[in-house]
């Protein structure tokens, strides 16, 4: 079983940064893919961001050249700093991995809210 833990959401100005952790802890598995997705209010789940165990990573395109995520193995973590932040950022942030034996775990959220 993995539990994950994120962190660093929080109400910025536009323009602003911010950095959200995702920690994940328990035994019996190797960490694999790892992202975020976000929801708005009334909106589907969308992705943001992926990166492989290896440290390919993948975009939504309205967020390249803004957001950047990284991810360390040794500690079982995974960041996503976010730079020049916008109103339409405004979600809730999903921290979520695929281990070996395969599945999916999904965080709580963090919520991040982008004033303009």
């Known amino acids: 079983q993995v539990q994950l833990v994120e962190s660093g959401g929080a109400l910025v100005q536009a323009g602003g940064s911010l950095r959200l952790s995702c920690a994940a802890s328990g035994?019996?598995?190797v960490l694999n893919a790892m992202g975020w997705y976000r929801q708005a209010p009334g909106k589907q789940r969308e992705l943001v961001a992926t990166i492989t165990s290896g440290g390919g990573t993948n975009y939504?395109?309205?967020v390249k050249g803004r957001f950047t995520i990284s991810?360390?193995?040794a500690k079982n973590t995974m960041s996503l700093q976010m730079?020049?932040?916008k109103p339409e950022d405004t979600a809730v942030y999903y921290c979520?991995?695929?281990t070996t034996p395969w599945r999916v775990y999904w965080g709580q959220g963090t919520q991040v809210t982008v004033s303009s």
């Open 27 to 29: 035994s019996g598995f």
């Open 60 to 62: 939504a395109d309205s």
């Open 71 to 73: 991810r360390d193995n």
């Open 83 to 85: 730079n020049s932040l």
């Open 96 to 98: 979520t991995l695929v």
